[in-house]
Structure formats: structure tokens, C-alpha cells
């Protein structure tokens, strides 16, 4: 399956942005998609992850309650609203996709990041 995240930007803090991930090449309700972002000099920080059909989702500490993630098979298409963003929300988000859900999975496709940058 091929992915490709879109909908970065420059928001102020405390503003919102829905970025989104969209899918190709294999039936997509097969595949939990996982949300990263990576700030330079960093690891991959793990952000939210929702299961195939979107019954079960699970969130990092520090975005649970400001960031939703949702999806729409049907457009081949993961999202993920942010709201209330802080400056450490900063950085390239990337989506995954692997057959398996979970908050520790070893993602088998990866798509190329989107840049959210939030201003103080």
C-alpha cells in the first residue's frame, strides 16, 4: 500500500489543522494506520493509531483529548484533526499503515511526512 500525508501547515498556537493520509494500491480496511511526527534531530514520536474499520483508536499522552483520528475507507483516506496546538506540536507528520493494530507496531509502509509548524 502506498501513502502519502497532505494538510500541513503554519497554524498559531491554539489554532487547528486536519491533516490527512491517503491511500492506494491495496484493499485499505485492511491496514490500522498509524500518525508519527518527527521533530529534526529527533526519533519518530508515536501520535495516534486507528484500527481498520475505526472502532478503536489510542493516542499519545500528550495529544489525547486535542487530536482525533478517523478514517474513511470508502475515500481510502486516514485523518487527523488537531486542535488547541501548542509550539511542541511542531514537526513532520507521517502516517503508516500495517496489518496489525496496536500502540507498539512495526508499520510495513510508511508514507512521506507533512510539515506542521505551530507559531507561538
Known amino acids: 500500500v502506498q501513502l502519502q500525508a497532505s494538510g500541513g501547515g503554519l497554524v498559531q498556537a491554539g489554532g487547528s489543522l486536519r491533516v490527512s493520509c491517503a491511500a492506494s494500491?491495496?484493499?485499505?480496511?485492511?491496514?490500522?494506520v498509524g500518525w508519527f511526527r518527527q521533530v529534526s534531530g529527533k526519533g519518530r514520536e508515536f501520535v495516534a493509531v486507528?484500527?481498520?474499520?475505526?472502532?478503536?483508536?489510542a493516542y499519545a499522552d500528550s495529544v489525547k483529548d486535542r487530536f482525533t483520528t478517523s478514517r474513511d475507507n470508502a475515500k481510502n483516506t486516514v485523518y487527523l484533526q488537531m486542535n488547541s496546538l501548542k509550539p511542541e506540536d511542531t514537526g513532520v507528520y507521517y502516517c503508516?499503515?500495517?496489518?496489525?493494530?496496536?500502540?507498539?507496531?512495526?508499520?510495513?509502509?510508511w508514507g512521506q511526512g507533512t510539515l506542521v509548524t505551530v507559531s507561538s
Open positions: 486507528i484500527s481498520q474499520l475505526g472502532r478503536r483508536t
Open positions: 494500491g491495496r484493499t485499505f480496511s485492511y491496514y490500522a
Open positions: 503508516a499503515a500495517d496489518q496489525s493494530y496496536g500502540v507498539n507496531t512495526k508499520y510495513d509502509y
